[in-house]
């Protein structure tokens, strides 16, 4: 074993009954037992937009938040790479749980070698392990990545929603949803089963709790039909007729979609909910995964007469883009909508420039909110999926 494996293995063990607010104390002290002179954890706050410093005692709150568009810090964060200050005395380090961006470790030395950065990636990688295992049952963590207070029905879809960004070596599925901390009837899922990848995108009407409510109702029924070897359509069979029996009167849009990561085989139900759009090769394919509109979920029609499946076969770097409606009619103060060119242009650019599916949806999220003087008035939420065998 070498001195980084003792190390980090020693880390392990004194994190087992620790509590979320000694995990900084913990990464740094066994960052001095590396060779470091003091480290730092930094978490994303929900919106994407500031580095927020985990508390440590030691510490002022001197560089507390860090702007993600214009530090170094959000620098490492954007791009997932080392990012190393010009004097080559400070590093920093990208936390990324699978590959989900959590956020950025900073480190402070003499100078980094490459067994420094070495030892300094394996550190923030345990460090990013034991953030997201605490913040399931810390408060801190969570009130530490938010900026003001949620509304219910915000505190109830996030309680819900999966990761933002899930994948293997053949596919990303990464989403984003607007207005954070006042989502109403939005709500995304993605996961995997035996090499398939399951997307769903959810779109309760209303914009209160009770449409909050019907989004989770939908998300529960979504994952107990699939879990229980359901196929897409006893899915949306299956959240019709709940919401049909307990929550009457209340409608609900949704795309259901399966792709196989072995052969790029789209499946996909649609209830009433724009298309997704197929993007192939820098720009999108006309009316590709344009079917039959089926009607929206809430009315009971399903239960007897399950909604049609759908076909396509994509190619290697195919991605397939899912949005809500609040997306699109999203107006600016002068009444220009922020429209389905406007959507795909933004992606295709993003991405063009090298950016990441994480990266590319949150920067057509600032542009989204930019368009609507950062005030949406309708739920926006975005699910971008690539197949890249």
Known sequence: MTVDDSVLTALLEESRQASARDVPVLVDTAARRLGLHHTRLYVSDVQETLLIALPQPADTEQDAELPIDSSLGGLAYRTEEVRLSRDGTTAWVPMTDGIERVGVMRATASGFTPGALRACRGLAGLATLLVVSKGTYSDLLVERARTRRMSIQAELLWAFLPPRTVGTARITSSAVLEPAYDIGG????????????????????????????????????????????????????????????????????????????????FTWVNCGHPPPLLIRE????????????????????????????????????????????????????????????????????????????????????????????????????????????
């Open 186 to 265: 939005d709500a995304f899922d993605h996961s995997f089963t035996d090499g398939v990848l399951h997307l769903t995108l959810l779109d309760a009407m209303g914009h209160d709790l009770a449409s909050g409510g019907a989004s989770a109702v939908g998300l529960a029924a979504c994952r107990s039909t699939r879990r229980a070897g359901g196929s897409l359509t006893d899915i949306a069979t299956a959240i019709d007729r709940t919401l049909n029996q307990w929550m009457p009167q209340r409608l609900m849009t949704a795309v259901f979609g399966h792709l196989d990561s072995a052969d790029g085989e």
């Open 282 to 389: 820098g720009r999108v394919v006309p009316r590709a995964l344009e079917r039959h509109p089926q009607l929206p979920l809430g009315f009971g029609f399903h239960s007897g007469a399950p909604p049609t499946l759908h076909r396509a076969r994509l190619q290697p770097g195919d991605r397939v883009l899912l949005y809500s409606d609040g997306v699109t009619e999203a107006r600016s103060r002068d009444g220009e909508l922020f429209g389905e060119q406007r959507l795909t242009d933004t992606v295709i650019r993003s991405t063009a420039s090298g950016d990441t599916a994480p990266e590319a949806l949150r920067r057509l999220l600032q542009d989204l909110l930019h368009h609507q003087d950062q005030r949406l008035h309708d739920d926006a939420t975005i699910l971008l999926t690539e197949w890249h065998p």
